[in-house]
């Protein structure tokens, strides 16, 4: 049974890290013929954790509790449905000083939507966002990552930030928290960018990983915190590119 269970976690230690040289073979490839954005900065003191895909009942409150509990800021990207649903919620996490993001209205994938639909997609998100927390949202996540042109003309329109990533463990194929949480730590480093999913589904691999990424960032004495909070000085340069 030993051998059985050596030879099962010595797989899954396999499979992360496929996982990880195949998300960063990815983003290698995105970084060069995507528009640009907010890839990190490994010049700043700290490292950004996200959350993509909610607002969502069976994970921000608890999430929230979490970053509270620890001191953590964060940043989640929200999708303007999800937030018409709960507001509450959307309330709670820009009351908590977290930083929020547009994640688009529906999540679709923007580049074979049309201009039009790319705008509405972009701006009613916006418009939800903001009337909810009462300040205009400046950081955006394409759905699914990817991006063109148009969304690039879209967003340098209405003066919003591409956010990327350096860490995206592939959490939405449920591989369990374990598994997520080490293929982070293999990433963690100063100025790169955490990406984990918010949902029903992935809830308490999510919560799990959320609170374990966060001790081993603590133990490495690599300090979170919100996106924002780095653009300043990095905004300029995006949005000229």
Same mark, same amino acid.
């Given at each position: $049974?030993?051998?059985i269970?050596?030879?099962?976690?010595?797989?899954?230690?396999l499979?992360?890290l496929?996982?990880?040289v195949?998300?960063?073979?990815?983003? +290698?490839? *995105?970084?060069?013929?995507?528009?640009?954005?907010f890839? !990190?900065?490994? +010049?700043?003191?700290?490292?950004?954790?996200?959350?993509?895909?909610?607002? +969502?009942?069976?994970?921000t409150?608890?999430?929230?509790?979490?970053?509270?509990?620890?001191?953590?800021?964060?940043?989640?990207?929200l999708?303007? #449905?999800?937030?018409? #649903?709960?507001?509450?919620?959307?309330k709670?996490?820009h009351?908590?000083?977290?930083?929020?993001g547009n994640?688009s209205?529906?999540?679709? =994938?923007?580049?074979?939507?049309?201009?039009?639909?790319?705008?509405?997609?972009?701006?009613?998100?916006?418009?939800?966002l903001?009337?909810?927390?009462?300040?205009?949202?400046?950081?955006?996540?394409?759905?699914? !990552?990817? $991006?063109?042109?148009?969304v690039?003309?879209? *967003?340098?329109?209405?003066?919003?930030?591409?956010? =990327?990533?350096?860490?995206?463990?592939?959490?939405?194929?449920?591989?369990?928290?374990?598994?997520?949480?080490?293929?982070?730590?293999?990433?963690l480093?100063? !100025?790169?960018?955490?990406?984990?999913?918010?949902?029903?589904?992935?809830?308490?691999?999510?919560?799990?990983?959320?609170?374990?990424?966060? =001790?081993?960032?603590?133990?490495?004495? *690599?300090?979170?915190?919100?996106?924002?909070l780095?653009?300043?000085?990095?905004?300029?340069?995006?949005?000229? +590119?």
């Amino acid at each position: $049974m030993k051998l059985i269970n050596k030879v099962v976690e010595d797989v899954d230690a396999l499979t992360d890290l496929l996982s990880v040289v195949r998300i960063d073979l990815v983003t +290698s490839f *995105l970084q060069v013929v995507q528009p640009p954005g907010f890839w !990190g900065d490994s +010049s700043l003191p700290h490292l950004f954790l996200t959350f993509d895909d909610g607002p +969502s009942p069976h994970t921000t409150p608890a999430l929230l509790e979490i970053l509270a509990e620890t001191d953590t800021k964060a940043t989640f990207f929200l999708i303007g #449905k999800e937030a018409e #649903k709960f507001p509450d919620l959307v309330k709670e996490i820009h009351q908590a000083g977290h930083a929020i993001g547009n994640h688009s209205h529906t999540h679709e =994938y923007l580049p074979r939507l049309s201009s039009s639909e790319i705008e509405y997609q972009v701006v009613k998100a916006n418009q939800v966002l903001g009337d909810i927390i009462g300040e205009r949202v400046e950081l955006f996540r394409p759905p699914f !990552g990817m $991006m063109d042109g148009r969304v690039a003309s879209c *967003l340098k329109k209405h003066n919003l930030s591409a956010v =990327y990533w350096t860490s995206a463990p592939e959490d939405w194929a449920i591989p369990g928290a374990a598994r997520v949480i080490r293929r982070v730590q293999w990433k963690l480093k100063r !100025g790169g960018i955490i990406v984990l999913h918010e949902g029903k589904e992935l809830a308490k691999q999510t919560l799990e990983a959320a609170k374990q990424i966060i =001790y081993s960032c603590r133990h490495q004495h *690599l300090e979170l915190d919100k996106v924002e909070l780095c653009l300043t000085s990095n905004r300029r340069r995006i949005m000229d +590119s």
